[in-house]
């Protein structure tokens, strides 16, 4: 992966030369080759991984402690508690690597949305509407 880390300029590859590429490698090298060998839990720690390592090469340490003590407490959760993986996945920083056009904005006025919606039906109590 030094290859992919390092930008050659005229032989050197010191940590001056350093790029933040590594989340580069991982999407354009590392995922389409393992297609399907890594599980999405696998995918999810190499992508934190790798943003953490471009943060770090980018001198950015703080964004990447605060990534890296967000997956902590995510993998703690889903360890020790009953919220298991689907509410301890939310903890994390790293964006969903799910394709989709809608944006995470309008998906989260669609949810909270149905949500009200849902919570009528129950209750009775009106909803915000759109």
């Given at each position: 992966m030094k290859t992919y880390l390092v930008t050659r300029q005229a032989?050197?590859?010191d940590s001056q030369t350093l790029t933040a590429v590594a989340e580069a490698y991982l999407t354009s090298v590392?995922?389409?080759t393992?297609?399907?060998?890594?599980?999405?839990?696998?995918?999810?720690?190499?992508r934190t991984l790798a943003m953490a390592?471009?943060?770090?090469?980018?001198?950015?340490?703080a964004q990447a402690a605060d990534l890296l003590m967000q997956r902590f407490k995510?993998?703690?959760?889903?360890?020790v508690s009953d919220a298991g993986w689907q509410v301890?996945?939310?903890l994390e920083l790293i964006p969903s690597s799910e394709?989709?056009?809608?944006?995470?904005d309008e998906l989260r006025s669609?949810?909270?949305?149905?949500?009200?919606?849902?919570r009528y039906r129950r209750t009775g109590a009106p909803h915000a509407g759109r």
């Open positions: 032989g050197q590859t590392l995922l389409p393992q297609a399907g060998r890594l599980g999405r839990r696998g995918e999810r720690e190499l390592i471009d943060y770090l090469v980018s001198g950015e340490v995510a993998v703690e959760l889903a360890a301890a996945q939310h394709v989709t056009a809608t944006g995470e669609a949810a909270r949305f149905e949500r009200d919606v849902v």
